[in-house]
């Protein structure tokens, strides 16, 4: 998969380098017309130099814009899609993202359990990492598109089916839908800075770094909590319950990813990150 930033990367060191003067406004700072006015007026040239002076001043103008528009900072709709693939790129060497991959199909599937669930207009992006130390993640992304991670490693030891995989997707996707992980990583530094500007200011980068720690924490050691696991785990049963083939599929999953965890010790940690499969069973069973 080919990364590519949205924003330059000036939010991380700020460029020295100002935007060049036009030749216009060169040649009208060389000249100073006030002085010279009776002698252009009597040749004819006052309007042309009039005219050559508001063509220097309004290029000045621009070129000023154009100067303090290269520090805008992101507003937050561009903010996300940026941070999150700043950090998979940061993290390539651990998530191993960027290896050549096969085709298992999953865009297609997953795709199909939207339409039967209603969801349309859409995009998404589903990438395979070769790692197990990332189970299954939705990124917080872009409008109306959701980035996925998926772990190779972790859906071929439960040897999950396409289904089983697309409802664990529809299950991040809804994570990211309640905010969870925006309302987890942002700090209030960070949203006070979004959509500003920090011409003749300094920007703290201890700002974005801050971000990305926090990234680190949920995707890798901390992830969600109980509540907002129960949150996402009822709204399943909502969204699925009148489907009997996805209910099934979502009850089959998570029987596989219980069993998983307790039998095999490389997945320990998916109970700190996903708290718990089996608590989820009970919550979804009728007492």
């Known amino acids: 998969m080919k990364i590519t930033l949205i924003i330059s990367i000036f939010l991380m060191s700020i460029s020295s380098f100002s ?40 290029k000045k103008k621009k070129r000023l814009e154009k100067d303090r528009a290269r520090y805008n900072i ?49 995009k998404f992006r589903i990438l395979l990492v070769d790692s197990p130390n990332v189970f299954h993640f939705g990124l917080p992304y872009k409008k109306n598109e959701y980035l996925f991670l998926l772990s190779i490693p972790f859906i071929r030891t439960m040897d999950l ?38 011409q003749n200011k300094k920007l703290d980068p201890n700002m974005l770094k801050s971000i990305l720690k926090k990234y680190d924490q949920i995707v890798l050691s901390e992830g969600f909590n109980f509540k907002q696991q129960f949150s996402v785990t009822k709204e399943m049963e909502k969204v699925l319950k009148n489907n009997l083939k996805l209910w099934n599929a979502y009850f089959s999953l998570l029987r596989k990813v219980d069993k998983l965890v307790k039998e095999n010790t490389l997945y320990e940690q998916y109970v700190k990150i996903y708290p718990s499969p089996e608590l989820q069973i009970n919550w979804l069973t009728p007492k």
């Open 19 to 58: 935007v060049e003067k036009s030749k216009e406004e060169k040649e009208n700072e060389l000249v100073d017309f006030s002085k010279i006015k009776d002698v252009i007026k009597s040749d004819g040239l006052e309007e042309a130099a009039r005219k050559k002076s508001l063509i220097a001043l309004e």
């Open 161 to 198: 089916t396409k289904l089983e995989i697309s409802v664990l997707l529809f299950e991040n996707y809804l994570r990211v839908k309640q905010g969870l992980f925006k309302e987890m990583a942002m700090t209030k530094e960070v949203r006070s800075a979004l959509g500003t500007n920090f």
């Open 74 to 122: 992101p507003n937050e709709e561009e903010f996300w899609p940026f941070i999150s693939e700043f950090w998979l790129i940061k993290n390539a060497p651990v998530l191993m993202w960027n290896v050549k991959k096969p085709d298992y199909g999953l865009d297609e599937s997953f795709e199909q359990v939207l339409k039967n669930i209603g969801v349309f207009g859409i």
